[in-house]
């Protein structure tokens, strides 16, 4: 049973019901009762807000797990840059500028061999845990 009623808006409030209802082909009063029955629902709200804490916290694990990755490879990359100048002996300008050329050849295929690996999905990353789970097995 539907009973009428009479309520007092706001002009520009009207002009936007007006504006849904011509777009949406719906009456006015279906509007009007879908925006009451869900702001009288709690329900819609905590659902709203579980479904968001749920994806916040989501969110906050992945940015953990990257940050712990991100914070790994940065070590690693620094010890092995420290530990690759403490064993490195001096050359000299001779040899520097034949290692300067043999290692632009390396790196250029090092870059290659990393774009291919990053396109083909192949990370090392996932080798490496794999082959230390079947060693601990």
């Known amino acids: 049973m539907k009973i009428a009623t009479k309520v007092f808006l706001p ?10 209802s011509q777009r949406s082909g719906r009456g006015k009063s279906e ?3 879908a925006a009451i029955e869900s702001y009288l629902s709690p329900d ?3 659902a709203a807000e579980a479904t968001l804490t749920r994806r916040l916290d989501r969110l906050s694990r992945q940015l953990d797990r990257l ?7 940065t ?13 490195t002996p001096a ?8 290692a300067t050329t043999k290692g632009q050849e390396r790196y250029a295929a090092f870059v290659e061999r990393l774009a291919r690996r990053i396109s083909e999905g192949r990370l ?3 080798e490496v845990l794999v082959e230390v789970a079947s060693d601990e097995t």
Do not use: H, N, P, Q
Request: glycine share 2%.
């Open 67 to 73: 940050e712990r990755d991100l914070t790994i490879s």
């Open 124 to 126: 090392l990353r996932g």
């Open 44 to 46: 819609s709200a905590e």
């Open 31 to 33: 509007i009007a009762r």
């Open 11 to 20: 002009s520009d409030t009207i002009r936007k019901l007006d504006a849904l």
């Open 75 to 87: 070590e690693a990359t620094a010890m092995f840059i420290r530990t690759w100048l403490k064993v």
């Open 91 to 98: 050359m000299s300008a001779a040899e520097d500028r034949a």
